[in-house]
């Protein structure tokens, strides 16, 4: 009989935790969802004033301080920005700054849109999640 609650007692405990991670996932109709914006925005023109050579000092400057400072990559900053849209769409951007000896080594913008081009891309996600 104790094994039979306990096996109970498990199973409910594993429905009420798949039941409460599930939640986020769920669109109820009618229910206003608010746009989520975190990180850094950087414009096309802060991004062009970036310049190999540079302290980290004068690229705090430019862009601002780094989202990401890995402790374990100490001359990796990384500048993210990323925004969630209430109605459906998310988009990302990224630049990543690479140091050594204490000077801008390279600079990945691969993962780089102007702002502008990321609302575009938002717009368009949101028009294709309407259908």
Known sequence: MQKLIRICLIANILALTASISACSTLR????????????????????EKLKLGMTPRQVEYVLGSPVIKDPLHPGRWDYVYNYESGKGGFVENRLTLYFDSERLQKVDDSQFKDPDAVQEDLKDQIKKSRG
Request: aromatic share 10%; charged share 20%.
């Open 28 to 47: 109820f109709p009618g229910v206003f969802r608010i746009d989520i914006g975190q990180g850094n925005i950087i414009s096309e023109g802060a991004r």
